[in-house]
């Protein structure tokens, strides 16, 4: 963001503030404040004009100019500080983009190769492996071995088999890390491959782990050898505008070699070590092969980003991106799909578009948060109209409040259409997991909400195998067996007020 922009929202934001002492002080001392009040309404209708003609999606402008007219002063500081566009895209560095261009140039298949790989892809998901190539330069890699993890136990005792197996260096990038005991056990993999001589770097997200990990916790990361930085630290988010845009990811990354990405986060709920959500549903990929390369050029961005352009990863550690001798037995072929907050497009969010449109058989999504565009509505719509088996998976419980119910309600008119949702019982699906046709399969950290598609940092692997989907079958099988398929829309059976309250609450979704 330009220095002269930044000065001019710190002054407004600052105007507010007084105005708000001024309001305080009348009220204090009874003195008639009303044309304090009726000034910030007209500031507010005056703004709601800047947001209508910002450059953005319809219904965010709409959500915003609603939130900041029916709710006068907190609207607008809110704007300020959670709802200004984050031209994420504006500080992207000459060193990312070369590293990612170079990348992606550097596996880039020849002609002759591409037309070979289009043999072992149905050729109508070929344009997919285009369209990622075209709008994010994300290569396809081949020969990868995939492992599924069906849940937090078994992912974290094959990660830390591979963690204390490391020999050169370990990426650590979490949304959530918390104290607990399978903090304590990965602190104590870390500090023993620390002292063999293994390089360590966490990247963990400030807000998602806020209330989770301890500062203690960080000193001992610290002492024991971690080099770890805070990702986007709210310290001044009403000048800079970024409070909003957080780190999503949940990647690992062992010597290159080896790689963990999904929905599965550092903290003892996810490996089911707490009650309060019933048994907490989530899925990560173990992927060995060359597409490990593809979270290592993620993590590099995110570090250089993390430490404000001050360090070059590629330079502390010369062994990453470097070739490898990867001796992977795996026959998937693997897209590293990585987004930031770019509210003019998401990429993951054209990939599903792309391979909802393309699937001719299956299109089977789960999520915990379906608060999705309308594009993506439109697009199971059709596709369920058309005779394809489309079906969505949806928690029983949830951990925001009344974020379930609003799922719901973009629900109904799926319905009408043929597709089928499944609500499982007493679990919380925190799946992210996608599967179409019986050929590509989708694990990452994107859900398929407004949040995840155009303020978060998300990484998903797109994965074009059979085997894969077959061996990924079970897990939905049981998902579906541990699940209510709704017959009709249940959010009509809810008392008439709070499905006003519901449809209000919807109206701003677009910006929680």
Same mark, same amino acid.
């Given at each position: 963001?330009?220095?002269?922009?930044?000065?001019?929202? #710190?002054?407004?934001?600052?105007?507010?503030?007084?105005?708000?002492?001024?309001?305080?002080?009348?009220?204090?001392?009874?003195?008639?404040?009303?044309?304090?009040?009726?000034?910030?309404?007209?500031?507010?209708?005056?703004?709601?004009?800047?947001?209508?003609?910002?450059?953005?999606?319809?219904?965010?402008?709409?959500?915003?100019?609603?939130?900041?007219?029916?709710?006068?002063?907190?609207?607008?500081?809110?704007?300020?500080?959670?709802?200004?566009?984050?031209?994420?895209?504006?500080?992207?560095?000459?060193?990312?983009?070369?590293?990612?261009?170079?990348?992606?140039?550097?596996?880039?298949?020849?002609?002759?190769?591409?037309?070979?790989?289009?043999?072992?892809?149905?050729?109508?998901?070929? /344009?997919?492996?285009?369209?990622?190539?075209?709008?994010?330069?994300?290569?396809?890699?081949?020969?990868?071995?995939?492992?599924?993890?069906?849940?937090?136990?078994?992912?974290?005792?094959?990660?830390?088999?591979?963690?204390?197996?490391?020999?050169?260096?370990?990426?650590?990038?979490?949304?959530?890390?918390?104290?607990?005991?399978?903090?304590?056990?990965?602190?104590?993999?870390?500090?023993?491959?620390?002292?063999?001589?293994?390089?360590?770097?966490?990247?963990?997200?400030?807000?998602?782990?806020?209330? /989770?990990?301890?500062?203690? #916790?960080?000193?001992?990361?610290?002492?024991?050898?971690?080099?770890?930085?805070?990702?986007?630290?709210?310290?001044?988010?009403?000048?800079?505008?970024?409070?909003?845009?957080?780190?999503?990811?949940?990647?690992?990354?062992?010597?290159?070699?080896?790689?963990?990405?999904?929905?599965?986060?550092?903290?003892?709920?996810?490996?089911?070590?707490?009650?309060?959500?019933?048994?907490?549903?989530?899925?990560?990929?173990?992927?060995?092969?060359?597409?490990?390369?593809?979270?290592?050029?993620?993590?590099?961005?995110?570090?250089?980003?993390?430490?404000?352009?001050?360090?070059?990863?590629?330079?502390?550690?010369?062994?990453?991106?470097?070739?490898?001798?990867?001796?992977?037995?795996?026959?998937?072929?693997?897209?590293?799909? #990585?987004?930031?907050?770019?509210?003019?497009?998401?990429?993951?969010?054209?990939?599903?578009?792309?391979?909802?449109?393309?699937?001719?058989?299956?299109?089977?999504? #789960?999520?915990?948060?379906?608060?999705?565009?309308?594009?993506?509505?439109?697009?199971?719509?059709?596709?369920?109209?058309?005779?394809?088996?489309?079906?969505?998976?949806?928690?029983?419980?949830?951990?925001?409040?009344?974020?379930?119910?609003?799922? /719901?309600?973009?629900?109904?008119?799926?319905?009408?259409?043929?597709?089928?949702?499944?609500?499982?019982?007493?679990?919380?699906?925190?799946?992210?997991?996608?599967?179409?046709?019986?050929?590509?399969?989708?694990?990452?950290?994107?859900?398929?909400?407004?949040?995840?598609?155009?303020?978060?940092?998300?990484?998903?692997?797109?994965?074009?195998?059979?085997?894969?989907?077959?061996?990924?079958?079970?897990?939905?099988?049981?998902?579906?067996?541990?699940?209510?398929?709704?017959?009709?829309?249940?959010?009509?059976? /809810?008392?008439?007020?709070?499905?006003?309250?519901?449809?209000?609450?919807?109206?701003?979704?677009?910006?929680?």
């Amino acid at each position: 963001m330009k220095n002269w922009l930044k000065i001019i929202l #710190s002054m407004i934001f600052l105007f507010g503030l007084v105005v708000l002492a001024i309001v305080a002080v009348a009220v204090v001392f009874n003195i008639q404040y009303t044309f304090i009040f009726l000034g910030f309404i007209l500031i507010d209708f005056l703004f709601s004009f800047v947001i209508f003609f910002s450059k953005r999606r319809y219904e965010v402008k709409f959500s915003w100019i609603i939130f900041i007219n029916f709710v006068p002063i907190i609207g607008l500081c809110s704007y300020f500080m959670f709802g200004r566009k984050y031209h994420y895209s504006n500080q992207k560095t000459l060193f990312y983009e070369k590293i990612n261009k170079r990348e992606y140039q550097n596996n880039l298949l020849t002609n002759n190769e591409a037309k070979k790989t289009a043999g072992l892809l149905p050729q109508h998901f070929v /344009k997919t492996v285009d369209l990622i190539n075209e709008i994010a330069e994300k290569p396809l890699y081949q020969n990868n071995a995939i492992e599924i993890m069906e849940n937090g136990a078994k992912c974290f005792q094959r990660m830390l088999d591979d963690l204390a197996n490391a020999k050169s260096y370990i990426l650590l990038n979490y949304f959530i890390i918390a104290d607990g005991e399978l903090f304590e056990i990965v602190c104590a993999v870390l500090r023993e491959r620390i002292a063999a001589g293994v390089q360590v770097f966490m990247i963990y997200d400030h807000v998602g782990s806020y209330f /989770k990990i301890s500062k203690k #916790s960080i000193r001992k990361l610290r002492k024991i050898g971690v080099i770890v930085q805070k990702f986007l630290p709210i310290i001044t988010p009403f000048i800079n505008g970024n409070a909003n845009y957080r780190n999503h990811r949940k990647d690992v990354v062992i010597d290159g070699l080896v790689g963990y990405t999904g929905g599965i986060n550092l903290a003892d709920v996810y490996a089911n070590q707490s009650a309060k959500f019933g048994l907490f549903h989530d899925v990560q990929v173990r992927i060995a092969g060359k597409a490990v390369r593809g979270l290592e050029v993620t993590f590099v961005d995110d570090w250089y980003f993390a430490t404000k352009h001050q360090e070059k990863l590629t330079e502390l550690v010369p062994a990453i991106l470097q070739t490898k001798n990867y001796n992977s037995q795996g026959t998937a072929m693997v897209q590293i799909v #990585s987004h930031g907050p770019s509210i003019d497009q998401s990429i993951t969010k054209d990939v599903y578009l792309s391979l909802i449109n393309s699937a001719q058989k299956r299109i089977w999504l #789960s999520t915990p948060y379906f608060i999705p565009p309308i594009e993506l509505i439109e697009a199971l719509k059709l596709a369920a109209r058309s005779g394809i088996d489309v079906r969505l998976t949806i928690p029983g419980l949830t951990d925001k409040i009344f974020v379930l119910d609003i799922t /719901k309600t973009y629900c109904r008119e799926l319905i009408a259409a043929g597709v089928k949702i499944f609500e499982m019982n007493g679990i919380f699906n925190h799946n992210k997991i996608a599967i179409f046709d019986n050929d590509v399969t989708i694990i990452g950290s994107c859900n398929l909400d407004y949040r995840s598609f155009f303020a978060d940092h998300q990484t998903s692997a797109i994965i074009y195998d059979q085997t894969v989907v077959e061996a990924f079958l079970p897990r939905w099988e049981w998902d579906f067996q541990h699940a209510i398929m709704w017959q009709e829309w249940p959010i009509k059976y /809810k008392p008439l007020k709070y499905r006003f309250l519901l449809v209000c609450l919807k109206l701003f979704a677009p910006i929680l």
